[in-house]
């Protein structure tokens, strides 16, 4: 083994560990996938999903992304939300975005090169939405913290208009979908009330949460 040893060893360490603390842990784990979560977030290497909520491996599906855009061309992200909820069934779909993202300040500067400046056109296009609200605040800051929660607002809003979710709810599938944001300042989860259940309220709840009142959060 040429390179990256120590990760091997960590691994070895973490799976005797775990063998310890529970022997039945991994074949229970190689049986069965029954998630009832989805979690859709930042690829950002601070905000390990499984750890912030404490779940163990197999109680929580997962998609990263830069910022945690939801974009209906992207058919690895489709695709894992098609299986979660037709497959897996899970019950909750989050849309998790954290304070100083950095896909998040690049589109609000109009940084970036090559791919990673056309993946992200789509947070652009939400600060392009909301610039009237976002041009108001009192400091770079503040467009910075509310551009990260509006952008989760837009992705819960997508998520939801997807024929995925549409068609699971027509057919009476218990499915909500939530949009939270994570503080990497202090450790903390915060949600955007922008939750939706079904098909008729997503006007409603969209147009509350986008206007609402910024959030005010242990800066990251």
């Known amino acids: 083994m040429r390179v ?7 691994n070895r360490q973490w799976a005797e560990r775990i063998k310890q603390e529970d022997p039945g842990f991994f074949d229970r784990l190689k049986n069965q996938q ?15 999903a499984n750890q912030i ?12 992304n830069v910022a945690n855009v939801v974009v209906h061309t992207d058919f690895n992200c489709l695709s894992v939300l098609q299986y979660a909820v037709e497959v897996l069934r899970v019950r ?9 993202c950095g896909g998040v300040r690049a589109a609000l ?8 400046r056309n993946w992200l056109r789509h947070v652009r296009d939400v ?3 909301h610039e009237d609200q976002l041009v108001s605040l009192d400091s770079e800051q503040a467009r910075f913290d509310r551009l990260c929660e509006l952008n989760v607002m837009e992705q819960v809003l997508h998520v939801c208009q997807t024929s995925t979710v549409q068609d699971a709810w027509a057919r009476g599938q218990s499915l909500s979908v939530h949009g939270w944001i994570y503080s ?12 939706m259940t079904s098909a008729d309220e997503m006007g409603d709840i969209y ?14």
């Open 4 to 10: 990256l040893s120590e990760l091997f060893d960590h």
């Open 34 to 48: 029954s998630p009832e979560f989805l979690w859709i977030g930042c690829a950002d290497s601070r905000v390990p």
């Open 53 to 64: 909520v404490d779940l163990a491996p197999g109680e929580l599906f997962v998609h990263r």
């Open 92 to 100: 909750h779909v989050m849309v998790v975005g954290h304070y100083g």
């Open 109 to 116: 500067e109009g940084e970036g090169s090559g791919l990673i």
């Open 127 to 129: 600060y392009d939405k």
């Open 184 to 195: 990497v300042a202090d450790g903390l989860l915060r949600d955007l009330d922008v939750c």
């Open 207 to 220: 147009a509350k949460a986008v206007g609402a009142t910024p959030s005010s959060p242990a800066r990251s």
